[in-house]
Every structure is written in C-alpha cells, then in structure tokens.
C-alpha cells in the first residue's frame, strides 16, 4: 500500500463506518470459526495497523493471537496498541510459521495486493492445521476499478466465484460466503466512475475519510441492517466478497 495510507487507516479504522461495518458484517463467519475452536491460534496476514487484532482479543480473549505485515509503518502501529498479538515483519509469500501451526488465518483485504496469488494461497494452506479456516475478504468486479485501487496498489478485483474457486483447487472447503457492502454498491459504483472520469492527471487517491458524527453513525446503522440480512438471505454481491474455507479434518485412511 501507499505509505500514506497506512497513517489514514489508524487514523481512522477505530470509528470509521466501513471498518466497523466489516467487523459487523463480518462477526458471524468469524465467530463461528473461533467458537468451535476454544484457544485457536490466529494468525492476520497483513495485520495493517492493529485494528482487527484489537477486535479480535477483546470479543474472543481466549484466542492466541499473532499480526504479519510485510510494513513496519504499519507494524509500528500496531506495536502501539495495547496488544497481545505477536507481531512479525515478514512476507505473506514466505511465512515465518511451520505447517499446520494455525487454526485461523484472517486475510482481510490483504490477497489482492499480491501480484503472486498463487504462491500466497498456497502459504495460506501450507500454515493451516488440519480443521483449520481462512477467513477472507477481497475487492469485487474488476469494472469496479477506480483511483481508489490505484492508491491502495491493488493488483485486481474478484469476480463472482473467483476466489472461492481457487481455495477449492488447493483442497479447502468452503463454508460461507457473501456480499459486503452491497447496500451502498449501486451509490458508490457511480461515485467511483464519475471520479475516475475526473481523475485526469491528478495522482490516485483513497475514497476513506472522515465523516461528521452523524454521517458516520448513518452509515453504521447501513451495517447493522446488512449484518441481519447476511444471517438470513443468500447474498452474493456487494463491493468486497468474504468468505470462509476449511482445509479438511485428516484421515489416518483406516475404515470401520
């Protein structure tokens, strides 16, 4: 990411309503994971500047926790807290952990900076113990590109399915899957085509920014209202996909 951002999103991932919506929107895939696995070890690839971590020890403080990031900006952040996580500066792509040492690995908007997907992923189920999930949120639809992603140093957006698919090939299961941020996409995909016509020459900038009180607590409420209708309706579209995939239980290969 831009150095930059990483001074905005502690700045602002603590109040703002999209990081909090996504914890919200969130919470059910990750507590369902957590809570059938008393004291997991959980690893965050690209753990940014704390804020998921914060979240994590706080609602579920039997966890074992520990933050990757390739940043030390960010890591610096994170450092600041008041954390219990390991931190660890290293690379997604080489990580500093055996194989099956994690039960959870949550990779919030984190794959889609890696140019090298398939090596990342194939980390991700490298580390991950028998029984284990990853937990996982990406950008969706490439037509959605914009200045924002420009700023972010994405390398792509999903497609419906996409992701899913490639978990699948390396063997994991999926779980569960939906939209996040589907009730503002139609809103925000037009904001985000009228400011890449208007981009011009101008470097990219992100689309985070703080709010008024009242603003940011409307949105809020757009989440806790999207929150409900995930447990409850099939919904596959929104700006970001999350999902979570299960590498399988081993087998000792004897039957009864």
Same mark, same amino acid.
């Given at each position: 990411?831009?150095?930059?951002? *990483?001074?905005?999103?502690?700045?602002?991932?603590?109040?703002? /309503? /999209?990081?909090?919506? #996504? #914890?919200?929107?969130?919470?059910?895939?990750?507590?369902? !994971?957590?809570?059938?696995?008393?004291?997991?070890?959980?690893?965050?690839? @690209?753990?940014?500047? @704390?804020?998921?971590?914060? /979240?994590?020890?706080?609602?579920?403080?039997?966890?074992?926790?520990?933050?990757?990031?390739?940043?030390?900006?960010?890591?610096?952040?994170?450092? !600041? #807290?008041?954390?219990?996580?390991?931190?660890?500066?290293? $690379?997604?792509?080489?990580?500093?952990?055996?194989?099956g040492s994690v039960?959870?690995?949550?990779?919030?908007?984190?794959?889609?900076?890696?140019? $090298?997907?398939?090596?990342?992923?194939?980390?991700?189920?490298?580390?991950?113990?028998?029984?284990?999930?990853?937990?996982?949120?990406?950008?969706? *639809?490439?037509?959605?590109?914009?200045?924002?992603? $420009?700023?972010?140093?994405?390398? #792509?957006? *999903?497609?419906?399915?996409?992701?899913?698919?490639?978990?699948?090939?390396?063997?994991?299961?999926?779980?569960?899957?939906?939209?996040?941020?589907?009730?503002?996409?139609?809103?925000?995909?037009?904001?985000? !085509?009228?400011?890449?016509?208007?981009? @011009?020459? %101008?470097?990219?900038?992100? $689309? =985070?920014?703080?709010?008024?009180?009242?603003?940011?607590?409307?949105?809020?409420?757009? =989440? %806790?209202?999207?929150?409900?209708l995930v447990a /409850?309706?099939?919904?596959?579209?929104?700006?970001?996909?999350?999902?979570?995939?299960?590498?399988?239980? %081993?087998?000792? @290969?004897?039957?009864?």
């Amino acid at each position: 990411m831009d150095p930059k951002a *990483y001074d905005e999103m502690r700045a602002l991932e603590d109040h703002h /309503w /999209w990081f909090r919506g #996504r #914890r919200r929107v969130a919470r059910r895939l990750v507590a369902e !994971a957590l809570e059938a696995r008393p004291g997991a070890r959980l690893l965050e690839v @690209g753990c940014g500047t @704390g804020g998921n971590l914060v /979240w994590i020890e706080r609602t579920w403080p039997g966890v074992r926790t520990a933050g990757l990031d390739l940043d030390r900006r960010a890591l610096a952040h994170s450092a !600041a #807290r008041d954390l219990r996580a390991a931190l660890l500066a290293a $690379d997604g792509l080489r990580l500093p952990l055996a194989d099956g040492s994690v039960d959870v690995l949550l990779a919030f908007d984190v794959i889609e900076h890696f140019e $090298d997907e398939a090596r990342l992923l194939d980390e991700f189920v490298r580390v991950l113990a028998p029984g284990g999930v990853v937990l996982a949120s990406v950008p969706a *639809y490439p037509s959605l590109w914009s200045p924002h992603d $420009d700023f972010l140093h994405h390398k #792509r957006r *999903y497609r419906t399915g996409e992701l899913e698919g490639r978990l699948e090939e390396r063997g994991l299961v999926l779980e569960r899957r939906h939209g996040f941020n589907f009730l503002l996409l139609g809103p925000i995909a037009l904001a985000r !085509a009228l400011k890449s016509a208007a981009q @011009g020459t %101008a470097p990219p900038a992100s $689309d =985070f920014f703080r709010l008024p009180a009242a603003a940011n607590a409307a949105f809020g409420l757009l =989440f %806790a209202l999207e929150a409900a209708l995930v447990a /409850w309706l099939p919904i596959h579209f929104g700006l970001s996909f999350l999902l979570r995939a299960a590498r399988p239980q %081993a087998t000792d @290969g004897r039957s009864g």
